[in-house]
């Protein structure tokens, strides 16, 4: 048996315990086997040795998060508990980081998780990055405040946002209203992370002085951008020749990141996404990034991931079965072509 006494210093152990110990009772939920007991500002950790010890480390985890002033909600507590691969993912002592812009009221906007980390570290080695990954994984949202960061500094003077418009499995039909009123609700994705990070007074004068450009694709055709942070979301759902007209537009003083998750293509069935081939013929080029994240970078509703680990379980499956399937077709054809043939190719074959 081992017992470990635990001192919190340095923040406010309510903020840790939780409102009615509801944090500290996911992590007596997660290890039932250890004694966790709360008083104060001292935590008596009991049981065996391993157990104590990686009650511990959660909780000297939890207490960094807290003094980095880290989003610390429950959720993220629950995924910091999920698994040890989750503990490794989730940014610790090992992979602190910094505040990327501060935002709305002051707010510190911070790469969540290693893999957005990386994806702050690319986007400042590299001039375009691709940013590839399931949804909720933070690609938009963490090049947007990589964005602003930028033109704060006054790195660029604007930043342009695009997206192609197309409907997610959907026909909409006629849209009223004028241009920018039809084109929006596909841009919505991309002002919802600009409201979480300037006032709404400073975002719409940006907005009006064009400073800050949020468009469809189509309307960067013939456009040369430079001194601009750009980003081209949801890039899955470009054709080729639409990513090579956007890639081609960027100037000589700009930087870009590409977002885009291959396994949500909403172009129609006999168009093929351009993002594939850019990935595998741009690869090589330095000075272009690539980063790719997984369900485990999912920093929405902890049930997410699961979806996503869900469906990737099942498209494995699907493709398995497709393949056997060639494989069984295949081997009937041969079997016909062989019952086809002359007498005599087959005795040869025989010899």
């Known amino acids: 048996m081992s017992e470990i006494i635990l001192t919190i210093d340095g923040i406010d152990p309510l903020e840790l315990y939780g409102e009615n110990n509801s944090k500290l009772n996911l992590l007596k939920r997660a290890y039932p086997d250890v004694q966790i007991t709360s008083r104060g500002n001292q935590v008596k950790i009991k049981g065996e040795k391993k157990g104590t010890e990686n009650?511990?480390?959660?909780?000297?985890?939890?207490?960094r998060m807290i003094q980095d002033k880290h989003d610390f909600s429950t959720q993220v507590v629950e995924d910091l508990l999920a698994s040890d691969h989750a503990a490794d993912n989730k940014i610790s002592q090992h992979s602190a980081g910094g505040v990327i812009v501060y935002g709305k009221n002051g707010s510190p906007i911070k790469a969540k998780t290693k893999n957005q980390k990386l994806l702050v570290e690319c986007s400042e080695m590299n001039d375009i990055v691709f940013a590839v990954g399931p949804a909720g994984t933070g690609k938009t949202y963490t090049?947007?405040?990589?964005?602003?960061?930028?033109l704060k500094?006054?790195?660029?003077?604007?930043?342009?946002?695009?997206?192609?418009?197309?409907?997610a499995g959907e026909h909409l039909g006629f849209l009223p209203g004028d241009m920018k009123e039809k084109v929006d609700p596909y841009l919505r994705p991309l002002y919802d992370a600009l409201d979480d990070m300037l006032p709404a007074e400073k975002l719409n004068f940006f907005i009006t002085n064009r400073i800050i450009e949020v468009a469809p694709l189509a309307f960067m055709r013939g456009r040369t951008l430079d001194h601009a942070f750009i980003i081209l979301d949801e890039a899955q759902n470009c054709t080729t020749t639409q990513l090579k007209m956007f890639l081609t537009r960027i100037g000589p003083s700009a930087k870009a990141i590409i977002t885009g998750d291959?396994?949500?293509i909403d172009l129609p069935g006999h168009q093929k996404s351009g993002l594939r081939k850019a990935l595998n013929i741009l690869a090589p080029?330095?000075?272009?990034g690539q980063l790719f994240l997984s369900s485990e970078d999912v920093v929405r509703h902890r049930l997410v991931k699961e979806i996503i680990k869900s469906y990737d379980a099942s498209d494995e499956q699907d493709e398995a079965e497709k393949l056997k399937l060639r494989e069984t077709r295949d081997a009937m054809r041969e079997s016909v072509r062989d019952e086809n043939k002359p007498l005599s190719d087959l005795l040869n074959n025989n010899k």
Not at 153 to 167: C, D, H, M, S
């Open 153 to 167: 500094a006054k790195l660029v003077k604007k930043i342009i946002l695009t997206r192609p418009a197309v409907e």
């Open 285 to 288: 080029i330095d000075g272009i």
């Open 262 to 264: 291959l396994s949500q």
């Open 143 to 150: 090049a947007v405040a990589l964005a602003i960061r930028a």
């Open 55 to 63: 009650v511990k480390l959660k909780l000297e985890i939890m207490v």
